[in-house]
C-alpha cells in the first residue's frame, strides 16, 4: 500500500504533458501554400466577385502568417484560414453597410460572373441563387458542399451545434433547387441590394450577427480532447 500511495503521489507531480510546438516558418509556409486554391473557392463562393476573393485571399496569407507563432503542430490549417477569411469578409460586409455603400453598383459586383458561355451561365445563375439565401443557409451551403468540410468542421467554424448546421444545409439545398428548378430566381433588378431594404438588409442584419469579434486559438479544443482520451 505504501508502494502504491509513493506511485501515486509521483503520478500526481509529473510536469504535465508539453503543447504541441510550433511549426517552423519553412513548415508554416509549406502548409499555407497549400491551401491557397480553397481559400480563393471559398472566397469566391462567398463574395461572388473574382477581385473580391483574390483580395480576402490575400489578406488572409498576411494574417495567418503574422499569427503563425500561435499556431500549432496538429492543427487544422483549412480550418484554421477558412476562419480567417470568413471574419474578413464578414467584417468587410459591416463596413460596406456602414458607409452607406450597398448601391446598384455594389450588388451587382457579388452577383456578377462572366457569362460568355453557357456552362458560365449556369455557374452565375448558382451563385445568384446562393446570394439569395439567407445568409446561415448559405454560409452552412458554403462550407459542406463547396468547401468540402465535414458537418462537425463546419459546426465548429460557425460556432454552432452539429445539428443547426445540418439543418441549415438540408432547408438551403431545397432553397436552392426550388430557385435553380421552379423558375423561382428573380431577375436581376428584383435581386438583393436593389436598394437599402428588403433581402439584402436582412443578410446584413445577419452578418450583423455573426460578426461577433472571436479570438480564434488554433488547435485549444482538439489538445484538449486529446489530453482526456
Not at 480553397?38 to 472566397?43: I, Q
Amino acid at each position: 500500500m505504501a508502494e502504491a500511495h509513493a506511485r501515486r503521489v509521483e503520478h500526481d507531480h509529473e510536469p504535465p504533458a508539453a503543447p504541441h510546438a510550433a511549426l517552423s516558418d519553412e513548415e508554416f509556409r509549406e502548409q499555407l501554400a497549400l491551401v491557397i486554391p480553397h481559400l480563393r473557392a471559398f472566397g469566391r463562393s462567398l463574395s461572388g466577385n473574382r477581385d473580391t476573393a483574390d483580395d480576402l485571399v490575400q489578406e488572409t496569407l498576411l494574417k495567418a502568417w503574422a499569427a503563425r507563432k500561435r499556431f500549432q503542430a496538429g492543427t487544422n490549417m483549412r480550418a484554421w484560414t477558412f476562419i480567417i477569411l470568413r471574419n474578413l469578409y464578414l467584417s468587410q460586409m459591416r463596413r460596406a453597410r456602414f458607409k452607406g455603400e450597398w448601391d446598384d453598383l455594389a450588388a451587382d459586383r457579388l452577383l456578377a460572373a462572366p457569362a460568355s458561355q453557357d456552362r458560365h451561365v449556369e455557374l452565375a445563375d448558382m451563385q445568384r441563387a446562393l446570394m439569395h439565401l439567407p445568409q446561415p443557409q448559405r454560409e452552412a451551403l458554403i462550407l459542406v458542399g463547396a468547401g468540402g468540410f465535414a458537418y462537425e468542421e463546419a459546426a465548429e467554424i460557425c460556432g454552432v451545434a452539429v445539428g443547426t448546421i445540418k439543418s441549415r444545409v438540408a432547408r438551403g439545398r431545397v432553397a436552392l433547387e426550388a430557385l435553380l428548378t421552379d423558375g423561382a430566381l428573380p431577375s436581376r433588378r428584383e435581386s438583393p441590394g436593389h436598394g437599402h431594404g428588403g433581402a439584402l438588409e436582412t443578410i446584413m442584419d445577419q452578418v450583423d450577427d455573426l460578426s461577433r469579434d472571436v479570438e480564434i486559438v488554433a488547435g485549444q479544443h482538439d489538445d484538449g480532447e486529446e489530453e482526456s482520451r
